[in-house]
């Protein structure tokens, strides 16, 4: 099934999707965890994980290349991130666009493709002694 991780970043698309243009009132449970800056730490791992999908989602459309992929899902993150914040603005009454979000959800982006950088550079190691 080697498409699960594309089916797999689309669903996660949606629900960063759903997520952020639902009304606040649907997030009264996480209001309650105490937790400083919650918000931009639930943003970068929304896109942390968003980006990991995607880095294995694109090998469903061809991109053989571990470095493209990780470059695509690090842009397609960055952009997606952006359009979301924009569309708060847009298409909500109680939320609104916020550079620092954005900023966050990059961080997050960043994280994850150091991670993916580190995690395939060992395991190729492994398998190749000429990497």
Known sequence: MRNK???AAIFWTLFITVACLVSNDNFS????IKMPNKDKVLH???????TILWSYGLRTLKISN????????????VSYGIIM????????????PDLVDAIANT??????????WRYQRR???KKSPAY
Not at 85 to 95: A, D, S
Not at 107 to 115: E, R, Y
């Open 5 to 7: 991780y594309f089916w």
């Open 29 to 32: 449970e996480l209001e309650k």
């Open 44 to 50: 970068a791992t929304f896109y942390f994980i968003f």
């Open 66 to 77: 571990v470095n493209k992929r990780r470059m695509w899902a690090f842009v397609i993150a």
């Open 85 to 96: 914040e924009v569309c708060q603005g847009l298409f909500t009454e109680e939320r609104t």
């Open 107 to 116: 961080t997050g982006s960043a994280i994850a493709v150091l991670v993916l």
């Open 123 to 125: 395991h190729f190691k």
